[in-house]
Structure formats: structure tokens, C-alpha cells
């Protein structure tokens, strides 16, 4: 588990590093064909070629290979992810930023149900390898549609202006990115350990692992509308806190499983945690993004996400090696306290009243 932390926190890079990506695709309208589509275009592309490739390299024996290629496979990930971000930005209305984080997030958890039914499969029954090239057939799936797509000419007032950075000197932003690390730090470490503690507790096979997975995912579709549905409807605060509350108690009921029957309903509430935590923090960090720098200050929130993300990947494998799945399941769910004092800075200390008279 410390070995499969250290691969997962060095893979993260990458999209710690992206806000350089949304600096590029802010600024660049790359060969006049817009600021959005050529890179998403271009990451795709990169993100083929390395599932192509990856087949070929024996983790095992070539364990620094294996972590290089998926640096690079993840650099054309980042790349497509940022500026897939940046049009959302570019392009969502404020009073929307709920739904359309439903439909981000809900879409890739979606994605993960579909392949996680089939992948446990196929590499049993056929090859890793050939997990690896559906994946990469699948990724060139989009690319006929981001062919398809015309970008608006971008308004003066949401030009590139360096002067915007200056948002992340405000106190608010700043308690945002430390909610964004302590979610994601606890999301991460925990749902890395899933799988893993299944297969340790109760020696699930391949295809098995890849049904949890899929449950996982359709609670996380669930978790994506539930928090985008939250946001829209009572508020960024009250939406919040339920997702708070949401995430202790699916990380915790996850050291009180009892036998793999169990499993199922503990991975379903879990991924419902998962996805409720992480629509609500995206749809946070769309609603305080400066249009000016939408796609660089998006990614700087995100990349602060992916850092945490990184960390607890790396902390929560190897306190899984020391003191075990349960105990570390406990430990992550108490972490969740330590968003509480970031709650009156990011919202304010005062109760928000808008027109319905409920809290916002």
C-alpha cells in the first residue's frame, strides 16, 4: 500500500501543477482555433497514446517506467480537464454552477460504473492489456464531438488580466482552498483503501472488485445530484454542511463493515459521501472564480484539492500498512472536525437572508 500511495501521490502532479495549463489555455487562442478546444483536443490525444503504450511496461519490474508513463498520461488528463473547466466557466450561469457540477461530476462517476463493470472482467478473462486499449478507445470517443464544438469569441471584460490574481489574497478564497484540502484529503485517502480493504478482509476477486466499484459510482452519481440539487436550492452554507455531515458518517460506517454482503450498502453510502463533498466544493470554487482568469484560478483551486488529494493518498497508505484499514477508516472520519473553523470565514458569521427567507 506504501508503494501503490507513493505511485498515486506522484501521478497527482500533474493536476498540482495544471493552473500553469489554465494560465496558457487563459491567455493563448491556440492557432486561432479558440482558447478551449485545441487543448482539449490535444490532451485527449496524449491521454490515447500512453493507454496505448502502458501494456507494454511491467509495473513490477519497471516500477519507475510504469510511474513515468502515467505522469505523462495524466499531464494530457490535466490538460483536457483544465480547459473542459474553463468553458464550463466560460459558459455556465451563475444560478446554474450546481447543476452543471452535477453533470461533471455524476458524468465521471458514470463513467467509472460503466468501465468498472467490465475492466475486473476482461483482465481476468483476456488481458490487462486489453483493459488498457479499451480505455484508450474510449478516450478517443469525444474527440469527433470537441471537433464539432464552436467557441464564442471571448468579451472584453473577460480578457486575461493579470491584476484579477489578486483574489487570492482575499481571506474568503483562502479559507476556501483550506476546505478544498481538507475535503479532498479525507475523500482521497479513504476511497483508496476501498477496494484494498475488501480484498484484504474478505479476499474479493478482480471482478468482484470491479462490482463494488460500480456501486460506488452509482453513489457517487446519486452524491452528484443530491449536492447539486443542494446548492441550487437551499443555499452554498446549508448545502455544506450537510455534505460535511454526509462525509463523516460514510467514511466512518466504513471501519463497522461486517462482511461483504454488508460491503454493499457501506460502498454505495460512501460514494454518495464522495460525490455530495466534491459537487459542492466544485460548485463553491465556480461561484467565487474571476471570469477575467477563470480557467487558471478554477485550476489553482483544484490543484490545492489535488495536492490534498496527493497527501492523502500517500499518509492514509501508510497508516493503513501501520495501523490497519479499520482504525484508519476512524481516523479520516474525525479529520472531518477540522473543517468546522473554515465554515465562519468562507461564509461569513452572520445568517445570509435571501428572498425566500431561507439561509443562503
Request: net charge neutral; charged share 10%; glycine share 10%.
Amino acid at each position: 500500500m506504501t508503494d501503490v500511495g507513493i505511485f498515486a501521490s506522484i501521478a497527482l502532479i500533474p493536476f498540482v501543477i495544471k493552473v500553469f495549463l489554465g494560465m496558457l489555455s487563459d491567455r493563448v487562442n491556440l492557432f486561432g482555433l479558440g482558447y478551449r478546444k485545441p487543448y482539449i483536443l490535444l490532451g485527449l490525444v496524449v491521454q490515447t497514446l500512453c493507454l496505448i503504450v502502458v501494456p507494454f511496461i511491467d509495473p513490477g519490474s519497471a516500477y519507475w517506467s510504469f510511474v513515468a508513463v502515467a505522469f505523462v498520461l495524466q499531464m494530457g488528463m490535466a490538460l483536457y480537464d483544465t480547459c473542459t473547466d474553463g468553458l464550463a466557466l466560460d459558459t455556465t450561469p451563475e444560478d446554474e454552477k450546481g447543476t452543471i457540477q452535477t453533470f461533471m461530476v455524476g458524468g465521471r462517476a458514470l463513467g467509472v460504473v460503466i468501465t468498472s463493470l467490465v475492466v475486473g472482467l476482461i483482465a481476468e478473462r483476456v488481458s490487462w492489456a486489453a483493459v488498457f486499449w479499451l480505455l484508450a478507445a474510449i478516450t478517443v470517443v469525444p474527440i469527433p464531438l470537441v471537433l464539432r464544438m464552436r467557441e464564442a469569441d471571448r468579451p472584453v471584460e473577460r480578457a486575461f488580466d493579470w491584476s484579477a490574481f489578486g483574489a487570492f489574497k482575499n481571506g474568503v478564497v483562502i479559507a476556501l482552498a483550506g476546505l478544498g484540502f481538507v475535503f479532498f484529503f479525507i475523500i482521497a485517502g479513504t476511497n483508496q483503501l476501498v477496494n484494498p480493504f475488501l480484498e484484504a478482509e474478505y479476499g474479493i476477486s478482480l471482478t468482484q472488485a470491479g462490482l463494488y466499484t460500480a456501486v460506488w459510482g452509482v453513489g457517487v452519481v446519486l452524491g452528484s445530484i443530491v449536492g447539486g440539487r443542494m446548492i441550487d436550492r437551499i443555499g452554498d452554507r446549508r448545502a455544506t454542511w450537510i455534505a460535511l455531515g454526509i462525509a463523516l458518517a460514510g467514511t466512518l460506517v466504513l471501519a463497522l463493515t461486517s462482511g461483504p454482503v454488508m460491503a454493499w450498502v457501506v460502498v454505495a453510502l460512501f460514494g454518495l459521501a464522495y460525490g455530495t463533498y466534491q459537487t459542492v466544493y466544485f460548485a463553491l470554487a465556480m461561484a467565487h472564480t474571476d471570469p477575467r482568469i477563470a480557467a487558471s484560478m478554477f485550476s489553482i483551486l483544484m490543484a490545492v484539492t489535488n495536492v490534498a488529494q496527493g497527501a492523502g493518498m500517500g499518509v492514509s497508505g501508510v497508516l493503513a500498512d501501520i495501523a490497519g484499514f479499520r482504525w484508519t477508516f476512524v481516523l479520516l472520519a474525525v479529520l472531518n472536525v477540522l473543517a468546522i473553523p473554515l465554515m465562519p470565514a468562507v461564509f461569513g458569521r452572520q445568517k445570509a437572508v435571501v428572498a425566500d427567507g431561507m439561509e443562503a
